[in-house]
Nanobody, 122 residues
Framework: QVQLVESGGGLVQAGGSLRLACAAS????????MGWFRQAPGKEREFVAA????????VYADSSKGRFTISKDYAKNTVFLQMTSLKPEDTAVYYC???????????????WGQGTQVTVSS
């Protein structure tokens, strides 16, 4: 079974940066595309970014473009989300997910981590 564990969240001032990491079980990157989603209190889970299984092509939400970068390190079995120019509206629990395709729909993803909290102060 695929296991995903997020880390790197925390409290940061607006305009600051954080790098989130998602540690995946062995073989995950060979089988699945990876995505990042976020969910703020009282809101639906929202797509952030995704990276494909083989080629490593990336897809971003409009709110992420120019600020966030998704990448993966095969040697470390880890996918990253580099977040810059953070805004208070970025505050949410961020989730790592594995699915068949690098797309923006929640239902594409079959495996999820437990999430890591990101809080951006104004």
């Amino acid at each position: 079974q695929v296991q995903l564990v997020e880390s790197g969240g925390g409290l940061v001032q607006a305009g600051g940066s954080l790098r989130l990491a998602c540690a995946a079980s062995e073989g995950t990157f060979r089988r699945y595309a990876m995505g990042w989603f976020r969910q703020a209190p009282g809101k639906e889970r929202e797509f952030v970014a995704a990276i494909s299984r083989s080629v490593g092509s990336t897809v971003y939400a409009d709110s992420s473009k120019g600020r966030f970068t998704i990448s993966k390190d095969y040697a470390k079995n880890t996918v990253f989300l580099q977040m810059t120019s953070l805004k208070p509206e970025d505050t949410a629990v961020y989730y790592c997910a594995a699915g068949d395709y690098a797309v923006n729909t929640v239902t594409n993803y079959n495996y999820w981590g437990q999430g890591t909290q990101v809080t951006v102060s104004s």
